[in-house]
């Protein structure tokens, strides 16, 4: 039996120097990227800073100082990231806040190297300077976990968090509970969050948009987006999203309503037929 599967084998190896070579190449290709698919697995994703004369101590040292914070963290989202065993001494409060053993040895007097305010640990000497990391922002810390998002607010429509005008924390929560301001399944309390900045959208109205009872993002991208006031869909597209149409002999029909001439007049509420688009106290066809 061995004999034939080594005959079998032999029949499928490519014959002469040219093949053997050519399989040779193939060989060392296959192995090559198995080593890599291996190595990836355990790569890591986030390079944690390092600051001159300060070091990791592990978020079990800020439960002394930091109790009710510490406690809360087990429910927050951001929690759920920690690996568990020795080699995850460094990710949890340090992963944001940076090394804090001079913050700890100090009492508090000497804040941590990303406390986000103007204090941070300084060097012994100035030729240290050049290893220490600039201050940064709240946002510039979400963003090595969260690149995607820094793409988000470089578009032409975002929310003015790169302006400064606001941060990361007015909508997400680092340390308690979601990450999402009103999230988990409480679906109106995230809206909340929004209408804190946008209380003109709050009404009451007598003709709502059903729309609002989806939320916010059915039509807004949370953080950026390539069309005007953060739209998820520009023009009428965003509106035949929930509006069904019909065409019936070159026809278009909208609520029964016939809307071919209307939709060449730009969108369904720069038109000027529904601009009241999250709700009318007067028109139930969302006029003003």
Known sequence: MRMTQLSFIKRLLPRGRSGRNLALVAGVVILLLAVISCSTISRQTVMLPEVPGTKYIGSSECEQCHEEIYRSFSTADHSRLIARGTNSINVGCESCHGPCSLHSDSGGETKPPFSFTAGRPQPASTALLAGVPPARAAETVCYQCHNDVRG????????????????????????????????????????????????????????????????????????????????????????????????????????????TIRLQQGTCWTAGCHEAVHGSRVNSSLRF
């Not at 578009?155 to 003015?160: A, D, G, K, Q």
């Not at 900045?197 to 109205?205: E, I, L, V």
């Not at 949370?222 to 965003?238: I, P, Y």
């Open 152 to 259: 988000q607010f470089q578009l032409p429509s975002h929310h003015p968090v790169p302006e400064g005008r606001m941060s990361c924390t007015e909508c997400h929560s680092p340390h308690k509970g979601s990450a999402r301001a009103g999230g988990s399944t409480a679906l109106l309390s995230q809206e909340e969050n929004c209408l804190q900045c946008h209380p003109a959208q709050r009404g009451p109205y007598v003709f709502e948009h059903e729309a609002m009872h989806e939320g916010c993002t059915t039509c807004h991208t949370a953080h950026g987006s390539v069309n005007a006031k953060m739209l998820t869909v520009r023009d009428a597209n965003l509106c035949l999203k929930c509006h069904f149409q019909q065409v019936q002999g070159g026809t278009i029909l909208i609520g029964g309503s016939d809307h």
